[in-house]
């Protein structure tokens, strides 16, 4: 579950028909949960878009060259192939 930080919470109140009162009733005590944690699961799902779009720019423009470079281990030593071999505190 997603946590948020804040310093100050608002009261929000609705009316439920007794069939929706009851699938929540059953769902809270299924994920042996509370209504007012569940509420607040379910406010986040519809409001928070915690997805990837696989359409996203981002994910089309790699490789950016299409041969193999001359150095090994990149990923392993990549400051050593920026700034050679000097230490930086």
């Known amino acids: 579950m997603m946590s948020h930080v804040t310093s100050r919470m608002r009261v929000v109140q609705t009316e439920l028909t007794e069939t929706e009162h009851a ?16 509420v607040r ?3 986040r ?5 915690d997805e ?3 359409d996203d720019p981002i994910f089309r423009i790699f ?3 299409k041969g ?5 281990n ?4 990549h400051d050593r192939h920026l700034y050679g071999g000097r230490r930086f505190p």
């Open 23 to 38: 699938l929540l009733e059953a769902y809270v005590r299924a994920r042996k949960t509370t209504i007012k944690d569940a």
């Open 41 to 43: 699961e379910a406010i």
């Open 45 to 49: 799902k519809l409001t928070v878009r």
């Open 52 to 54: 990837v779009d696989p």
């Open 63 to 65: 490789p950016l060259v």
């Open 68 to 72: 193999k470079g001359k150095l090994r």
């Open 74 to 77: 990149l990923s392993e030593g």
